[in-house]
């Protein structure tokens, strides 16, 4: 039977220093080898940034990480930048019980009323998910980047719903069910954490420049626009299956 369209490890490391010179001495500054800098992996990589003073231009206070992450800011800065966006197909799901029209007497088509609903995930992030939790998360840093596009529901917000009822015949020998395929949307970037490098102290040692990189992915359902203000449905393709008895 026809469709119905329904109407919406790879880790960057580098470490930049200079001599510093005070008068005619010169100081040498050991840099991280490269086997220590194998050893940040994305994970690590993205505990720093949501510890970071400033992610995405947004200042930040200690008070925003949960206390597990210690107290200090763990980089100065934490950027996202997005490298694509698409949207591709999901996976195909049966959303209602079968209609049988199985009897052995039938002679005519079975008139039935095939009425659903179904919940598409948002949200769902490569690493930004791992980093929810009572300090608040990251992933809320990303709504701008995702909602520039058109279709997209807000972040924060857990699923959206696609839905249908109509009145559809099952012929004699047949049985009928529902399935929804979700149009989803696919947004990759990576996050970009950065350490200024910072002068020998006193007391304390040279600092060199650090620019980390952990790539991201976050996926969501298309939204389709609500009318007058009603929340957006989830966008996607409803099929009739019609299998013998």
């Avoid at 880790?11 to 005070?22: D, G, L, M, P």
Wanted: charged share 25%; hydrophobic share 35%; with cysteine.
């Amino acid at each position: 039977m026809a469709k119905r369209r329904f109407k919406n490890k790879k880790v960057r490391y580098v470490a930049i220093a200079a001599a510093i010179t005070s008068g005619a001495a010169v100081a040498t500054v050991l840099l991280p080898s490269a086997n220590a800098a194998e050893e940040k992996t994305p994970d690590e990589i993205m505990a720093m940034c949501h510890r970071a003073a400033k992610i995405n231009g947004e200042q930040r206070s200690v008070s925003d990480f949960d206390a597990r992450f210690g107290d200090g800011f763990a980089a100065d800065t934490c950027d996202f930048q997005e490298t694509n966006f698409e949207t591709f197909d999901g996976p195909t799901e049966k959303v209602t019980v079968d209609f049988p029209n199985c009897e052995p007497n039938a002679t005519d088509p079975a008139k039935v009323t095939t009425e659903w609903s179904t919940a598409v995930a948002q949200g769902k992030g490569k690493y930004t998910v791992t980093q929810q939790g009572a300090g608040g998360g990251i992933l809320g840093f990303l709504s701008g980047s995702w909602q520039k596009h058109k279709g997209t529901l807000d972040l924060t917000i857990e699923s959206a719903t696609a839905s249908e009822s109509e009145e559809r015949e099952v012929p004699v020998g047949k049985v009928l069910s529902m399935e929804f395929t979700p149009r989803m949307q696919r947004m990759t970037g990576i996050w970009k954490v950065h350490i200024d490098a910072r002068e020998q102290g006193t007391v304390t040692p040279a600092q060199p420049e650090v620019n980390l990189e952990a790539e991201e992915v976050v996926e969501g359902p298309s939204i389709l626009e609500g009318a007058a203000g009603a929340p957006g449905r989830a966008d996607g393709t409803s099929k009739a299956v019609l299998t013998d008895c």
